[in-house]
């Protein structure tokens, strides 16, 4: 499936993937747009229900995002492909406040024949908050109606 882009909203000119991941619905929603190069910025701004108990963006909420962030980062190198998180590590490096737009940059380091590896950085208003790395398992997507129930 696609991504769709934002006509309306805080959000226009951004693209979503439209309602196929409920997961990440419901922790985001992300959004990702192109630069002038080609290259993909991730986006999301973190909600009340996004804070821990010192009022920060949740560290689970970061993962979400730096995990949809590395899907993101690899579809714009390598735009046909499937695939399902082999490994997703990270490293806290500051404090994401509510309310203020993430935005989340990297690169595909490598990409084999089943193995894609990428890297990048969350960062709040400038200011890092995470760095993060992942390797990315492509695999067959299984026919519609073959979906576990």
Known sequence: MALAPVTEGDWEG??????TDPFEDHTGPFYARYDANGAIEC???PEAKNRNGGGNVH????????DFSLFMIA???????????ATLNA???GAARPGQLLTAR????????????VR??????????????????????RPAGDQPG
Not at 106 to 117: M, N, T, Y
Not at 122 to 138: L, N, R, Y
């Open 14 to 19: 951004w693209l979503r993937w439209p309602g």
């Open 43 to 45: 986006g999301f701004r």
């Open 106 to 117: 990297g690169e595909v380091v490598k990409a084999g024949r089943s193995l894609i590896f």
């Open 120 to 141: 990048g950085t969350i960062d709040d208003a400038g200011e890092a908050v995470m760095s993060f790395s992942g390797v990315i398992k492509k695999i067959t997507r």
């Open 91 to 93: 490293e806290f490096v």
């Open 59 to 66: 560290g689970g909420a970061l993962l979400t995002f730096a």
């Open 75 to 85: 579809s714009a190198a390598l735009p046909e492909f499937h695939g399902v998180t």
